[in-house]
């Protein structure tokens, strides 16, 4: 599959010509507190970081970009980690996109897509990112456990097909 649509939404598979957006994108304050800083500061670097996540079986994003003009905004992920069973459903919104109802559309059109081969995706979150948890809620993922990571109180979810 080459891309996902919806109303409003284009996803599309990252490329390296996404680089000038993920350099923004993954230093805006939101992305640096909830993920956590790459010590990505310019395009050259994000060239190389998108070359890294091409090269890893295990680690899938797409550009969500706004139907209309192709404006990329944010980007929903599809990670296996090597301390989760399974898969996990990520996402990251630009700010000024952010309270639109973007981030779930693209993150239930995403979940739509992998369940059809997935039957438990998980999703972890900071248990302070009020944001997420309100989106993960409305996607009807359900509590597993809390955990720590990294010095962070994590939350894991999962949701069943």
């Known amino acids: 599959m080459d891309f996902l649509q919806t109303n409003r939404l284009l996803l599309t598979p990252i490329t390296i010509d996404d680089a000038d957006f993920i350099n923004k994108l993954i230093n805006c304050p939101g992305f640096l507190r909830y993920i956590g800083d790459r010590n990505i500061r310019t395009s ?8 890294n996540m091409l090269a890893n079986p295990d680690i ?4 969500i970009r706004i139907l209309e003009n192709l404006t990329p905004i944010g980007v ?7 301390f989760l069973p399974a898969p996990d459903l ?3 919104i630009l700010p000024e996109f952010e309270r639109q ?10 979940l739509n897509y992998h369940q059809k081969t ?11 990112n009020l944001a997420s948890i309100k989106l993960l ?14 010095g962070h109180l994590m939350h894991q979810y ?4």
Do not use: M, P
């Open 44 to 51: 050259k670097e994000a060239e190389i970081y998108i070359s």
């Open 60 to 63: 899938t994003y797409w550009v």
């Open 76 to 82: 929903v992920t599809w990670v296996k980690r090597d």
């Open 90 to 92: 990520g996402y990251a």
């Open 101 to 110: 109802g973007f981030a779930t559309e693209a993150s239930q059109t995403w």
């Open 118 to 128: 997935n039957k438990t995706v998980l999703a972890i979150c900071q248990a302070d």
């Open 137 to 150: 809620q409305k996607l009807q993922f359900q509590l597993d456990h809390v955990f720590e990571k990294d």
């Open 158 to 161: 999962h949701v069943n097909q």
